[in-house]
């Protein structure tokens, strides 16, 4: 399994930005895809998840409302809407794979390399 991370960028305050994770190797289909974000200086923490089919979703409470995941089978993709950015959302995100819809990192076997995600004020 292999994760490719894209769409980072710098970004204003209020703007929008969508991140991708491709995902190549066993069946896209069979895992729970992730985003997780890294801080300078901090742990990293859930964002949101997406079901295997795609039906549903969670959020990290810090971001419900503005950032959306979603997932397209086809393109072996997973994608994470950013709306609204605040410069609290400056880190780097990483998507990952795993087996069960749950917010912490146990849960996923799999991790791509981040993409940075910077917000000014």
């Known amino acids: 399994v292999q994760l490719q991370a894209s769409g980072g960028g710098l970004e204003q305050a209020g703007g929008s930005l969508r991140l991708s994770c491709e995902y190549s190797?066993?069946?896209?289909?069979?895992?729970?895809m992730g985003w997780f974000r890294q801080a300078p200086g901090k742990e990293r923490e859930f964002v949101a998840a997406i079901s295997q089919g795609g039906l549903r979703t969670i959020y990290a409470n810090s971001v419900k409302d503005r950032f959306t995941i979603s997932r397209d089978t086809a393109k072996n993709t997973v994608y994470l809407q950013m709306n609204d950015l605040r410069p609290e959302d400056t880190a780097a995100y990483y998507c990952?794979?795993?087996?069960?819809?749950?917010?912490?990192?146990?849960?996923?076997?799999?991790w791509g390399q981040g993409t940075q995600v910077t917000v000014s004020s």
């Open positions: 190797g066993r069946t896209f289909s069979s895992y729970i």
């Open positions: 990952a794979a795993g087996s069960t819809l749950r917010p912490d990192m146990t849960a996923y076997g799999y």
